[in-house]
């Protein structure tokens, strides 16, 4: 069961242009959710994060807005720069257990066109 | 401040042989994760350590999967009898003392072949 959603693999935007990606999560016990820039051959890299008691979080050109009544979230970056192509994450930590463990989605490749 | 080191980068293991994968955590973190990427998906938790003890393993396959985090040297994913299935990309990530999951850091991971 995938608890984390990116149901679009692939986004491709104009540089300047907002890039918005999306992310879906079932369990309603995840209390803090991360976004995660991976490029090719390199381990996944902290980007921004957001607590469940919060709606909307914000560094620099990246945003990130929490629906909990829908369970979504999303990240905006603006303006889209050609550097910020590569694989973004979703994750989430439940907040039940006693472990520090993330649930991540599948992904989404953000191509930012010059 | 090095990063968290994982090596090999790469391994090629024939079916039925070991792989031996080596994560040293960022200086001063004590909790080591380990995720595993299969092509085209996401990042699957696999394991969670401290020094000596294993905290959480729901992810780890129940047979031919061991993990530790000694009190000196690099914490080690061993899988014994490799399968093609096993091919994908180990990574870990290391966090300092307590709940910190907001701050795992990634290695660049171990590629991980099973011919």
């Known amino acids: 069961d995938q608890q984390v959603k990116q149901n679009s693999p692939s986004l491709s935007v104009q540089e300047g242009r907002i890039s918005i990606l999306n992310c879906d999560y079932t369990?309603?016990?995840?209390?803090?959710f991360l976004w995660y820039k991976k490029y090719p051959a390199e381990g996944p890299t902290f980007l921004i994060s957001i607590s469940s008691i919060k709606d909307k979080n914000e560094d620099g050109r990246f945003t990130v807005f929490l629906n909990k009544s829908a369970k979504h979230l999303s990240l905006h970056i603006v303006p889209s720069q050609p550097g910020d192509s590569a694989v973004y994450f979703c994750?989430?930590?439940?907040?039940?257990?006693?472990?520090?463990?993330?649930?991540f989605g599948q992904g989404t490749t953000l191509q930012v066109k010059p | 401040n090095a990063g968290v080191m994982q090596n090999p980068r790469h391994l090629v293991r024939r079916r039925g042989q070991e792989a031996r994968l080596r994560c040293s955590p960022m200086?001063?973190?004590?909790?080591v994760y380990w995720y595993r990427q299969l092509p085209e998906e996401g990042l699957k938790f696999m394991v969670y350590?401290?020094?000596?003890?294993?905290?959480?393993e729901s992810g780890m396959p129940k047979e031919r999967f061991s993990a530790e985090f000694p009190k000196e040297g690099p914490s080690i994913l061993r899988i014994q009898q490799v399968v093609r299935g096993d091919s994908a990309a180990y990574f870990c990530?290391?966090?300092?003392?307590?709940?910190?999951?907001?701050?795992?850091?990634f290695g660049p991971g171990t590629r991980l072949t099973v011919l």
């Open positions: 369990n309603s016990m995840f209390d803090y």
């Open positions: 200086k001063g973190h004590s909790h």
């Open positions: 350590l401290q020094k000596e003890n294993i905290i959480d």
């Open positions: 990530a290391s966090s300092p003392p307590g709940h910190s999951f907001n701050e795992q850091f």
């Open positions: 994750a989430a930590h439940d907040g039940s257990g006693n472990t520090g463990k993330l649930i």
